[in-house]
């Protein structure tokens, strides 16, 4: 029973993470904390491996430690471990697809193509086609809108 709950908790953790995600693309990173956000949306000039919006990773990775922190040292809460969990597996999801597929920043995903692979890549292609933080669409990355899927279009790479 317990490895049935902790397995809930964690797929609950990792799909709230889409929500969240969500929300803080949207209302965080092009509102508040856009400077950090807007080189994400500017083509790739400046030096070096890292943008200021790689920063995010930390603002994600600090909830899912405190997880791991306090659902392993506190026998009471252990299953905000799995949490954690959720939350990490969603993070590596992330990581795969925005910033190796999506964004190529490494070169190892080079020939999915699915309907799903190419609606992910059209959605995220519209949200990039703004350089700005208003007007932009497609703030999620793992739920795309059904328009995003059908007939092959010029499909927008973000191979910069």
């Known amino acids: 029973m317990n490895f049935l709950f902790y397995t ?18 949207k209302y965080l990173m092009h509102g508040l904390l856009w400077s950090w956000h807007e080189d994400h949306h500017k083509p790739h000039e400046k030096e070096g491996f890292f943008e200021k919006n790689d920063r995010f990773f930390l603002v994600f990775a600090i909830p899912s430690a405190l997880c791991y922190i306090l659902g392993s040292t506190f026998p009471s809460v252990f299953f905000l471990f799995f949490i954690g969990v959720g939350i990490s597996l969603y993070g590596l999801t992330y990581f795969l697809i925005h910033d190796v597929y999506i964004h190529r920043r490494f070169k190892w995903f080079k020939h999915l193509d699915n309907p799903y692979s190419r609606a992910v890549l ?10 700005t933080k208003e007007d932009c669409e497609s703030f999620g990355l793992l739920v795309v809108d059904k328009k995003f899927f059908g007939k092959r279009q010029k499909d927008v790479s973000m191979s910069e």
């Open 122 to 131: 059209r959605a995220h292609g519209t949200h990039h086609s703004k350089q």
């Open 8 to 25: 809930l908790v964690t797929l609950a953790a990792y799909l709230m993470m889409e929500f969240v995600a969500w929300f803080a693309h």
